[in-house]
T-cell receptor
Framework: GNSVTQMEGPVTLSEEAFLTINCTYT??????LFWYVQYPGEGLQLLLK?????DKGSNKGFEATYRKETTSFHLEKGSVQVSDSAVYFC??????????FGKGTTLSVSS | DGGITQSPKYLFRKEGQNVTLSCEQN?????MYWYRQDPGQGLRLIYY???????QKGDIAEGYSVSREKKESFPLTVTSAQKNPTAFYLC?????????????FGDGTRLSIL
């Protein structure tokens, strides 16, 4: 069945460091891919999405490219801020089914 | 503003008690979902509904029940059969069956055992 695998955290960075959170998926066909962010005590917010191969989703300085050949959707940001500290979830959706989430990666950024 | 409202924010359950978590959306979305979040386990699907008066079990439906009598409402009941209910519960909705559309989430309800 479909699944999503994220790198385990926590990821601890200093402000202005480069961020990569790895995400790979298993699915038949062509799923849509998403990154969600969760701040403490809150629900999930959509960060970015990509719906077909080679699409790049971007928002708030974060980017992720849908790579069909490596079944990956890695999240990157060139310079993180303290306010980026949160839990990040990679997810996929296919044929109108519910989202399938990775286990989440906690990011902690210090000044 | 359109969105999803979950209530209450915190809920305590006594042993043997059923409790109901509320989820209301004013986004005119067809599909609604309930997820359970435990530390280190990501989100797991409990139930979902794609149209009024119809719903489907997710991966961990045992000990839970739902109803979908109105498009905007999708309450979740945690029954006494759920032996480990302590978790963060998230409700979500999306436009419909199109997988390109993202889900919108409420702010969650944290359920604890007394």
């Amino acid at each position: 069945g479909n699944s999503v695998t994220q790198m385990e955290g926590p990821v601890t960075l200093s402000e202005e460091a480069f961020l990569t959170i790895n995400c790979t998926y298993t699915a038949t066909g062509y799923p849509s891919l998403f990154w969600y962010v969760q701040y403490p005590g809150e629900g999930l917010q959509l960060l970015l999405k990509a719906t077909k191969a080679d699409d790049k989703g971007s928002n708030k300085g974060f980017e992720a490219t849908y790579r069909k050949e490596t079944t990956s959707f890695h999240l990157e940001k060139g310079s993180v801020q303290v306010s980026d500290s949160a839990v990040y979830f990679c997810a996929l959706s296919q044929a109108g089914t519910a989202l399938i989430f990775g286990k989440g990666t906690t990011l902690s950024v210090s000044s | 503003d359109g969105g999803i409202t979950q209530s209450p924010k915190y809920l305590f359950r006594k042993e043997g008690q059923n409790v109901t978590l509320s989820c209301e959306q004013n986004l005119n979305h067809d599909a609604m979902y309930w997820y359970r979040q435990d530390p280190g386990q990501g989100l797991r699907l409990i139930y979902y509904s794609q149209i009024v008066n119809d719903f489907q079990k997710g991966d961990i439906a045992e000990g839970y029940s739902v109803s979908r009598e109105k498009k905007e409402s999708f309450p979740l009941t945690v029954t006494s059969a759920q032996k480990n209910p302590t978790a963060f519960y998230l409700c979500a909705s999306t436009v419909g069956r199109n997988s390109n559309q993202p889900q919108h989430f409420g702010d969650g309800t944290r359920l604890s055992i007394l």
